[in-house]
């Protein structure tokens, strides 16, 4: 089992920048393929990236690519999203998640789940 908490969300500009945690309790961190999710008021909850167990695999949805960026620290049992060139529509609550298999980005959602963190992007 791991336990995971997200940080890092806040209000920005947009055009900013904001990078996420998710830090993971336990020592089986690197054996647990890993996930950002977000859900804006109002909508479903929506896959925005995974990051496979060595970091050699990064997905992405199309409407952040080239803005966002998945990475993990196994050393540090913690995952990063950084966001930049945000957007108004970027704003919503962010979801870390965590997976023994790879099956975020094609809606496979079973696993562990932060409580989130907000990010609100002001036009």
């Known amino acids: 089992q791991v336990q995971l908490v997200e940080s890092g969300g806040g209000l920005v500009q947009a055009g900013g920048s904001l990078r996420l945690s998710c830090a993971a309790s336990?020592?089986?961190?690197?054996?647990?393929?890993m996930g950002w999710f977000r859900q804006a008021p109002g909508k479903e909850r929506e896959f925005v990236a995974a990051?496979?167990?060595?970091?050699?695999?990064?997905d992405y949805v199309d409407s952040v690519k080239g803005r966002f960026t998945i990475s993990r620290d196994n050393a540090k049992n913690t995952m990063y999203l950084q966001m930049n060139s945000l957007k108004p529509e970027d704003t919503a609550v962010y979801y870390c998640a965590a997976s023994k298999v790879f099956g975020f980005p094609t809606g496979n959602t079973n696993g562990y789940w932060g409580q989130g963190t907000q990010v609100t992007v002001s036009s």
């Open positions: 990051i496979n167990l060595s970091g050699s695999r990064r």
């Open positions: 336990g020592r089986t961190f690197g054996s647990y393929h």
